[in-house]
């Protein structure tokens, strides 16, 4: 399986990560969206109907769904501490994809794995 950092490293190619201060919002459940993220430092709270069911750490990704054929936003993310986020986008991500397939599957699984957390604990 690819290890976080390798995964990471594929998203680090852009000139410059972007910057979230504590309690600004990535992103809100609903929106479209053509970017996933990766941490590079700080949290990120994966927030659904006002409460907080997740922290993604530095080496995690998150926002995949938007990329894998979900049109919009299942739960909004909201930087927990000030945070730098490499992000991909569709074409970057098929790039990444066809260069490294295994990236693919670190990506799909943690997207599986989120839904299903994300799902219990909504249920």
Known sequence: MLSP???????QKQPQPLVFSAGQVIFE???????????????????????VLETITADEV??????VG????????????NCELAYIDEAGFLFA???????ALKVMKSYSERLSRLCQKCA
């Open 62 to 67: 998150f926002g995949t769904g938007v990329l």
């Open 29 to 51: 459940e609903g929106q479209s969206g053509d970017l996933m993220y990766g941490v590079l430092k700080g949290e990120v709270a994966v927030v659904v109907n006002g409460q």
């Open 5 to 11: 950092v390798v995964t990471l490293s594929i998203f």
């Open 97 to 103: 994809v066809q260069e490294t397939p295994t990236f």
């Open 70 to 81: 979900v049109k919009k936003r299942t739960y909004t993310a909201i930087a927990q501490t």
